[in-house]
């Protein structure tokens, strides 16, 4: 009777480990943010947020989840070399996936507050160098919360994530 057991249990420990190992090859994807905005040679805090919470969501996803630094372009020129550094770091990082997300912001009026108006995304296959998928959607709203930025994120993250999975 130990005997039988003790074979039950060394069965039962062999498929939990073969099932842990299969669900162990996540798929690693590389984010960069790159911000459009004449007022300020920084990243803002609203890009940030953007940025926090698209790493939050791809690791939800059950990626494996990198990043490039932040940083504001001023160029399409600057737009294509921040690319091709991204896509250098996320082959060094053996990422599957880089995706670089444009942000760009406007000032309103003659006033000093500036919204963010649109968003342009890339998504770049890291062994091909292809580009998988890019896509452009604009930003309705004047003037965005913490709270509208994290759901407007929210939106972003699941259309790349659908992306990624077709």
Not at 124 to 143: C, I, L, P, Q, R
Request: charged letters at 25%.
């Amino acid at each position: 009777m130990g005997c039988i057991m003790g074979k039950n249990k060394t069965l039962f420990l062999i498929v939990v480990l073969l099932l842990s190992c299969a669900c162990c090859f996540a798929k690693q994807v590389s984010f960069q943010i790159v911000q459009h905005d004449d007022r300020s040679e920084k990243v803002s805090e609203q890009s940030y947020v953007v940025e926090d919470k698209l790493l939050d969501e791809f690791f939800n996803y059950g990626f494996i989840v990198t990043n490039s630094a932040a940083a504001v372009s001023n160029s399409e020129a600057q737009d294509e070399a921040l690319l091709c550094s991204g896509i250098d770091d996320a082959i060094e990082g053996s990422s599957d996936f880089f995706v670089q997300i444009k942000l760009y912001y406007e000032r309103i009026g003659s006033s000093q507050l500036v919204c963010l108006r649109k968003i342009d995304w890339i998504i770049t296959n890291v062994n091909s160098g292809k580009t998988v998928t890019s896509k452009t959607f604009a930003v309705e709203k004047d003037y965005l919360t913490n709270d509208d930025l994290i759901r407007l994120s929210g939106k972003l993250s699941a259309d790349i994530y659908k992306s990624l999975k077709a």
